[in-house]
């Protein structure tokens, strides 16, 4: 069954360093997007990607974050000076269309130190 | 403002019981969709249901939509210890179909 793969699974990183978040979403998805989930809180919705542009963004996602979609298979999350409360779990998702099932892949935890 | 809140925020039963739980949300929906969290790891989809749809099934997954309510349960059958995990409810808001989640139902299936 296909499924959305994030690479790495965990990535520690000193405070001010730029991260690369890694994802692949499923093959025929057109629908991406970046979550995120500070440990014990809730899943936040960063960023929606279609038609290779940014569909919609919430507030967190500020001019540290940045995503592309270098090929036609990558989704990627860069975040460009990391602080320390950028500490959390980051998860992708994709989706076949709008208003239909989202399916997440298992997260990169990113530490900042 | 969050749309999605799950009740109750905890729950603790014995294998075999019925575990219930709801979503409440604030504005018009074009869907909702239940996942489930294992601690530490990623959202697996269980279940999507529609605005137009009143109840779904999927194994031992029954969820229900009361749009006039603004409201959905989702009631999993004859737990197993391995149901234990956290509950999140999703809803888009309308105009928009990004996922929105609440803050889950974690559930604890005592063998």
């Known amino acids: 069954e296909p499924e959305v793969t994030q690479t790495p699974s965990h990535q520690v990183t000193q405070m001010g360093q730029e991260v690369i978040l890694r994802c692949v979403p499923i093959?025929?998805?057109?629908?991406f997007y970046w979550y995120r989930q500070i440990l014990g809180q809730k899943v936040e919705f960063l960023v929606s990607?279609?038609?290779?542009?940014?569909?919609?963004k919430s507030e967190i996602f500020d001019d540290q974050f940045s995503v592309e979609r270098p090929d036609g298979s990558n989704f990627t999350l860069k975040i460009r000076s990391t602080k320390l409360e950028d500490s959390a779990m980051y998860f992708c998702?994709?989706?076949?269309?709008?208003?239909?099932?989202?399916?997440f892949g298992q997260g990169t935890r990113l530490t900042v130190v | 403002s969050q749309q999605g809140e799950e009740d109750p925020q905890a729950l603790s039963i014995q294998e075999g019981e019925n575990a219930t739980m709801n979503c409440s949300y604030k504005?018009?929906?074009?869907?909702l969709q239940w996942y489930r969290q294992n601690s530490g790891r990623g959202l697996v989809h269980l279940i999507l249901i529609r605005s137009n749809e009143r109840e779904k099934h999927s194994g031992r997954l029954r969820v229900t939509l009361d749009t006039s309510k603004k409201s959905s349960s989702l009631l999993i059958t004859a737990s197993r210890a391995a149901d234990t995990a956290s509950y999140f409810c999703a809803t888009d808001r309308g105009g928009s179909y990004i996922p929105t989640f609440g803050r889950g139902t974690s559930l604890i299936v005592h063998p």
């Open positions: 998702a994709s989706g076949r269309q709008g208003a239909t099932e989202a399916f």
């Open positions: 504005t018009s929906i074009n869907n």
């Open positions: 990607f279609y038609n290779n542009e940014i569909s919609e």
């Open positions: 093959s025929n998805h057109l629908y």
